[in-house]
């Protein structure tokens, strides 16, 4: 299992994209410099009245394949 660590920072009118599907997927530079992509699906979950904001943590299997997205500690 491969576990990328990133920041992200979604505003509430940004995700709307997001959530009517015209952007279905993230991109996002993890702590280590590498950038990954993932459903954004994975973000419905920590939606709120202030968007997606947080520090996360990306698990992937050994095909690349996501597995679980977290909120990671700050």
């Known amino acids: ?3 990328y660590a990133f920041q992200l920072r979604i505003t509430p009118e940004a995700y709307l994209d997001y959530y009517r599907g015209t952007i279905r997927h993230v ?13 954004a699906a994975l973000l419905q979950r920590f939606v709120t009245t202030e968007g997606v904001q947080g520090y996360f943590v990306l698990t992937c299997d050994e095909n690349h394949k996501c597995v679980e997205l977290q909120r990671g500690p700050q």
């Open 27 to 39: 991109i996002v530079r993890c702590t280590t410099g590498q950038t990954v992509q993932f459903p």
């Open 1 to 3: 299992m491969t576990r």
